[in-house]
């Protein structure tokens, strides 16, 4: 369980002055693994009580992101989530829905990439995968429909 105290340590132990909004922002992105977009972190925290701006909410979430307590994740350049679970793992991203599922880094080896040009030095790997619901059918739709094209094909 996250309460204050250890969540003040924790951004201590990442070089950050731990606030009142940026406690209260970590206690929300670290009360389990989750992707929440800025938006929804801002609604929340103001949810609960908190008078927190969204400035602050943006500058906090980059500063987490930074300092490595949460990842951000960029689906496409207008959707980014920040992810809880910090540790190396890939993405599921249900473009229909608008939201992410993690998956195991080692259930998608990936080995021989290439050298970074020089003077750079690789960071990390991020995989997402786009997804979609499958479409369902309507048996009684599918059923009219080839009734009529068989009908049209014996006139």
């Not at 950050?16 to 940026?22: A, G, K, L, S, V």
């Amino acid at each position: 369980m996250v309460n204050r105290q250890i969540v003040s340590e924790l951004l201590q132990g990442h070089g950050i002055i731990p606030t009142q909004q940026r406690i209260e922002i970590a206690l929300l992105l670290l009360e389990g693994n989750q992707h929440l977009s800025a938006d929804q972190v801002l609604a929340r925290v103001n949810q609960g009580g908190t008078a927190v701006s969204k400035a602050t909410v943006y500058n906090t979430l980059g500063l987490f992101a930074d300092r490595g307590i949460i990842r951000q994740v960029i689906v496409d350049p207008t959707k980014v989530f920040y992810d809880s679970n910090a540790t190396p793992h890939y993405h599921f991203y249900n473009v229909d829905e608008g939201t992410l599922i993690d998956f195991d880094a080692s259930d998608l080896p990936i080995s021989n990439t290439p050298l970074p040009p020089a003077g750079t030095i690789a960071e990390s790997v991020e995989v997402i995968v786009r997804i979609r619901n499958k479409p369902t059918l309507d048996r009684s739709t599918t059923y009219q429909h080839a009734k009529k094209s068989t009908i049209k094909l014996i006139k």
